[in-house]
């Protein structure tokens, strides 16, 4: 029979199992701590509030061993490269193009790095991208709504899905927390990759934007493969056998 214990332990042994074991179903945590299938979902919803569980269809699975920043905490990470990315990505920009901004430290430098009378037309779910550029006379801004992600300083959702139906971009430039050749492009929501899936069949062009400490890693469980065609935008410090990996699925590589 199984031992009863109070609902916080318990939880605390659902996220000790999901992390050393792996899956964990609905029906095997009852079993085990002998309770319903009603309260072990009541746990992995309070799990999943503090961010501890990620659930899934009939159980839960660890969050990454490495949580997730937040925008606040990544801005300081990596300065200097995430600079000279923004800055080797701007070049890229044609005066008068439509493009669409994604969330993320990167993506918000580049903004910053973008370049002054181009007449463009910016579209973003990024606050931050909003209040760098909210005084700028040259740019026609566009904010996507929905849910706000306090994480990312952003708007994810069906809300931000059902908008994107109206428009289309020259290009799109994606910031990532991991970025593979093989995987594609890995963040720790399924919603913002969903997202950025969506915004890449909108737009002629699609860039990312990591630095290298990003490449190659698998930080979460939540990828969208990389599309043929686009470009990675990133700092030297990318291994040489990296760039080739890259061009073996279509994408070029530029460095900053």
């Not at 939880?11 to 009603?38: K, M, N, P, Q």
């Not at 007449?119 to 706000?148: H, I, K, P, W």
């Not at 994810?156 to 289309?168: I, M, N, S």
């Amino acid at each position: 029979m199984p031992v009863s214990i109070s609902a916080r332990a318990r939880r605390d042994a659902i996220v000790t199992l999901a992390t050393t074991v792996g899956l964990a179903s609905v029906d095997e945590l009852s079993e085990r701590f002998g309770v319903t299938a009603s309260t072990i979902r009541r746990d992995l919803a309070t799990l999943q509030e503090q961010r501890k569980l990620t659930r899934t269809f009939g159980g839960a699975m660890a969050v990454a061993v490495h949580p997730e920043a937040s925008l606040r905490q990544r801005l300081g990470e990596h300065f200097d490269a995430k600079r000279d990315i923004a800055r080797r990505a701007a070049e890229t920009v044609a005066p008068g193009t439509s493009l669409f901004l994604d969330n993320g430290s990167t993506v918000a430098a580049f903004a910053h790095a973008l370049p002054v009378d181009a007449e463009l037309t910016v579209t973003t779910t990024s606050v931050g991208v909003v209040t760098d550029m909210a005084d700028r006379d040259d740019v026609r801004l566009v904010m996507l709504g929905g849910e706000y992600r306090s994480l990312s300083n952003g708007f994810v959702g069906p809300l931000t899905e059902a908008a994107l139906e109206y428009l289309t971009f020259d290009a799109a430039y994606l910031g990532a927390d991991a970025v593979s050749p093989e995987r594609g492009i890995c963040e720790a929501d399924l919603g913002q990759i969903r997202l950025k899936e969506l915004i890449a069949r909108r737009a002629t062009a699609v860039y990312v934007l990591a630095d290298s400490s990003k490449l190659a890693q698998s930080e979460f469980h939540a990828w969208t493969r990389l599309g043929g065609g686009w470009t990675l935008v990133t700092d030297d410090g990318i291994a040489p056998d990296l760039v080739e990996r890259f061009s073996a699925v279509d994408v070029t590589v530029v460095t900053a």
